[in-house]
């Protein structure tokens, strides 16, 4: 089946800090790939995608790159906010197929 | 303009009661998926719409839950005979015309769900 595993949260930073989060994927077929943000009392937004791989998707200084060797796609930034603070999720969309599938998302804290 | 929303955003039910949480899309927006979200996890397929059809519901868990989009603008998710299993954040989400396999979800801010 299709599924997506992310680093266990919640992770806690100091403001400034080097972000990683981890995401690693399993797909039946070729997937696209997809960083959503969920920031306190608000919906899911898309943060960044990957539609093949070696891309690499970037918005507001996040980056993930597409590794099909590793069947990866880590979120990192470099040097953090605390504005930052939010849930991340990963995500996956079959090729011919709608719906996107997704980790179970990883609490993120940056402390001033 | 306006993005997805749906209401109420909270609602307590009663084990056992029947429950219809609305979803209104982005004007123009073909596409309309229903998703379920439990305490610290991640958002699970329920089921998705082009315009009125319903075209996948292989996610929703039980006969309980129906849904409809007359008239493919509005949606209603309807749970029937509310079970505590059921308590969860319902998010919806709509996109654009478009076949693209990137072509982006825009998701409302939930309906949090809490069956007593």
């Known amino acids: 089946g299709n599924s997506v595993t992310q680093m266990e949260g919640p992770v806690t930073l100091s403001e400034e800090a080097f972000l990683t989060i981890n995401c690693t994927y399993t797909?039946?077929?070729?997937?696209?790939l997809f960083w959503y943000v969920q920031y306190p009392g608000e919906g899911l937004q898309l943060l960044l995608k990957?539609?093949?791989?070696?891309d690499k998707g970037s918005n507001k200084g996040f980056e993930a790159t597409y590794r099909k060797e590793t069947t990866s796609f880590h979120l990192e930034k470099g040097s953090v906010q605390v504005s930052d603070s939010a849930v991340y999720f990963c995500a996956l969309k079959i090729q011919g197929a709608q719906k996107l599938v997704f980790g179970q998302g990883t609490r993120l804290t940056i402390n001033p | 303009g306006a993005g997805v929303s749906q209401s109420p955003r909270y609602k307590v039910a009663k084990r056992g009661q029947d429950v219809a949480l609305r979803c209104d899309p982005i004007s123009g927006h073909v596409s309309l998926f229903w998703y379920q979200q439990a305490l610290g996890q991640g958002p699970e397929f329920l089921t998705y719409?082009?315009?009125?059809?319903?075209?996948?519901k292989s996610g929703l868990p039980s006969d309980r839950f129906f849904a409809e989009r007359p008239e493919g603008s509005v949606s209603t998710l309807k749970i029937q005979r509310t079970q505590q299993e059921d308590s969860a954040v319902y998010l919806c989400a709509s996109s654009p015309p478009g076949t693209g396999i990137y072509n982006e979800q825009f998701f409302g801010p939930g309906t949090r769900l809490t069956v007593l």
């Open positions: 719409f082009q315009n009125e059809a319903q075209l996948d």
């Open positions: 797909a039946t077929g070729y997937p696209s």
């Open positions: 990957a539609t093949k791989a070696d």
